[in-house]
């Protein structure tokens, strides 16, 4: 497979996005998040807990305190683009579920 192709199967694969859940055990505080690429961001968690470098500044504080171990991943919902959806409108519905989400944990 040439550079050319690769890039084309990379463009027409499914994609997925979803609703994350990163958790502190320690603490028990968590973080809710959507992504258009969900397992990207699985990835790049899981490369960023191998580096011992925090996920994001928003938890860069805990990240330090109570150590990369403390932190896990968790999809919680996926959704696949559908191929006449653009990337706006595969946004906008990702927003949309990730309030859902939101209001499902508030009850709970």
């Given at each position: ?52 470098q925090p996920f994001s500044l928003i938890i860069a504080a ?47």
């Amino acid at each position: 497979m040439d550079k050319k192709e690769m890039k084309m199967a990379y463009r027409e694969r499914e994609q997925i996005g979803g609703i994350y859940k990163i958790s502190n055990t320690k603490s028990g505080t968590f973080w809710l998040d959507y992504a258009q690429d969900v397992l990207k961001v699985e990835n790049r968690f899981e490369f960023m807990k191998k580096m011992n470098q925090p996920f994001s500044l928003i938890i860069a504080a805990e990240w330090k305190a109570d150590g990369k171990d403390a932190f896990s991943f968790k999809i919680i919902e996926t959704m696949k683009k559908k191929p006449e959806q653009s990337e706006n409108e595969f946004k906008k519905d990702l927003i949309e579920l990730l309030e859902l989400k939101k209001e499902e944990l508030a009850q709970n």
